[in-house]
């Protein structure tokens, strides 16, 4: 099985001729990833290469990205692309996703995972800091669904499988700029699946509670996160059943409901 691409003479990239393996249904789906080298964006992947998916993988750090690639081509993917970008820049965006969807000849799936956490007490202190969470976590996906949404939209067809979370339900004193940025991330693709539902364009929030991924990593009480790759095994079924909302687990659907639920008066004095 070949995962190489090919330049024409006019240096277009285009997929090289496959013998398509009659392995699943999958073998024909084209996913576009955007934060590649991501915990759960990892898990994610190696499940979709297992099943024989067209990926094109997008993270800025060119060594991790090599790796993530060369094993999900020896896990059985029908074809891996690659493109190092720092996703901050958003003015690099329509040229790179161009790319990606020429290198796929097409696109089944997106799915937004990049992101960072953050340093809340000097975000509090500083607001270049908080400012740098919000345009990673939230004008940086902004700019690349704006893209990628027009382009489904006039193919009528596509997934948006984008990762918010938890965290964007209810601002709390111990990260509130990081759910900020998810709080606007989860209302931007809120309005952006009731514009784009009726092209026939799917839209899913994926809101995972704590899970175990580098980013949690030194956060006391991390051994009793979620597993990355049950996690990941519910956003892969949540994308082939185009669900609009994804709690992950599931029981954080029911936590953020009573938490959501509690008035000011009484938040306000808890420590969270
Ligand atoms: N883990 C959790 O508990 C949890 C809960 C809810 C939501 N989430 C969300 O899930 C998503 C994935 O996070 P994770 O848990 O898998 O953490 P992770 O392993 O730390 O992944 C975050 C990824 O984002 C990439 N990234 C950050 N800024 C970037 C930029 N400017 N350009 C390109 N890539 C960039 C990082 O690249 P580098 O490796 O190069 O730094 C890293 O690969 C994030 O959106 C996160 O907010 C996580």
């Given at each position: 099985m070949s995962t190489q691409t090919v330049n024409t003479q006019n240096g277009t990239p285009e997929l090289a001729l496959h013998a398509v393996?009659?392995?699943?249904?999958?073998?024909s789906k084209k996913i576009l990833v955007l934060g590649a080298t991501s915990g759960i964006a990892e898990a994610t992947c190696r499940i979709w290469a297992a099943k024989g998916a067209s990926l094109f993988l997008v993270a800025r750090n060119a060594d991790k990205l090599a790796a993530v690639a060369a094993d999900l081509k020896t896990r059985g993917a029908h074809y891996v692309d690659t493109a190092v970008a720092?996703?901050?820049?958003?003015?690099?965006h329509p040229e790179l996703l161009a790319h990606a969807v020429n290198s796929l000849t097409g696109l089944d799936v997106a799915y937004l995972a990049h992101g960072v956490l953050g340093d809340q007490a000097q975000a509090e202190a500083d607001f270049g800091t908080a400012e740098q969470i919000l345009h990673t976590n939230f004008t940086a996906p902004v700019s690349l669904l704006t893209w990628l949404a027009n382009y489904c939209v006039q193919r009528h067809s596509g997934v948006l499988a984008v990762i918010s979370s938890v965290a964007g339900d209810r601002g709390r004193k111990s990260n509130y700029v990081y759910g900020s940025s998810k709080a606007g991330l989860s209302a931007f693709l809120g309005g952006l699946r009731n514009r784009v539902d009726r092209e026939g364009v799917t839209v899913l929030t994926i809101k995972p509670g704590p899970t175990k991924t580098a980013m949690t990593?030194?956060?006391?009480?991390?051994?009793?996160?979620?597993?990355v790759n049950a996690v990941a095994k519910s956003i892969v079924a949540a994308v082939d059943a185009k669900?609009?909302?994804?709690?992950?687990?599931?029981k954080w659907a029911l936590i953020m409901f009573v938490l959501t639920h509690i008035p000011e008066t009484i938040f306000k004095k808890t420590n969270t």
């Open positions: 393996p009659a392995k699943t249904i999958y073998a720092d996703l901050d820049d958003t003015s690099t990593s030194s956060m006391p009480g991390s051994e009793k996160f979620a597993d669900k609009d909302t994804l709690y992950v687990p599931g």
